[in-house]
C-alpha cells in the first residue's frame, strides 16, 4: 500500500468497485488552448465509461478523439474522509449495442443528447485520503 501526497493509493478492482455505482463526474478537457472542466453523467460498462455531457449554451461538448481525464470523487464527512478515482484516454464516440437503463435515461430527458463518450479503463488509479476537517460547511452550496 502507497501512501503519498494523494493519499492512500486504490487498486485497481477498488478504484473500479467505486465507479461501478455510476453518477456524476466530471472530464478536464481542452478548449482554445485553455483547460476546461465539465460535468458528465456516466456509467461504468464492463471496462469502459460511458458518459454524456449533455448541452452547454445549446453547444454539444462531447469531446471525441481527445485525451482527456475523468472523475469521480466521493466524502463520508462522518469519517471525515474521502476518495477520489481517475482515468486518463482517448474519448471516443460510444455506439452501444442496445441501450441501457442510463443511456434510455439521459435520452428521455435529454432527448438532444446522442452522442455519447467512451473511455477504456486501463488508466485508472485512484486514492482514499483523510479531510481537513467538518465537510459539512463546505457540502452547502448556493443554488444558482
Known amino acids: 500500500m502507497k501512501v503519498g501526497l ?11 468497485g467505486l465507479l461501478g455505482h455510476g453518477g ?5 478537457i481542452s478548449e482554445a488552448a485553455l483547460p476546461l472542466i465539465l460535468p458528465v453523467q456516466y456509467e461504468l460498462q464492463d471496462d469502459q465509461i460511458v458518459f454524456c455531457c449533455g448541452t452547454r449554451q445549446g453547444q454539444a461538448r462531447e469531446p471525441i478523439n481527445q485525451v482527456i481525464a475523468f472523475e469521480a470523487h466521493g ?8 476518495w477520489t478515482v481517475q482515468v486518463r484516454d482517448l474519448a471516443r464516440v460510444y455506439v452501444p449495442e442496445s ?4 443511456e434510455h435515461c439521459v435520452l428521455r430527458h435529454r432527448p438532444d443528447s446522442r452522442v ?3 473511455l477504456d479503463t486501463r ?7 483523510e479531510l481537513c476537517g467538518d465537510v459539512s ?3 452547502q452550496q448556493p443554488s444558482p
Open 24 to 28: 456524476l463526474g466530471r472530464i478536464a
Open 6 to 16: 494523494a493519499g492512500v493509493e486504490l487498486p485497481r478492482e477498488v478504484c473500479l
Open 137 to 139: 460547511m463546505s457540502s
Open 99 to 102: 441501450t441501457t437503463a442510463f
Open 116 to 118: 455519447f463518450s467512451a
Open 123 to 129: 488508466d485508472v488509479f485512484g486514492s482514499h485520503y
Open 75 to 82: 466524502v463520508d464527512a462522518a469519517s471525515f474522509s474521502g
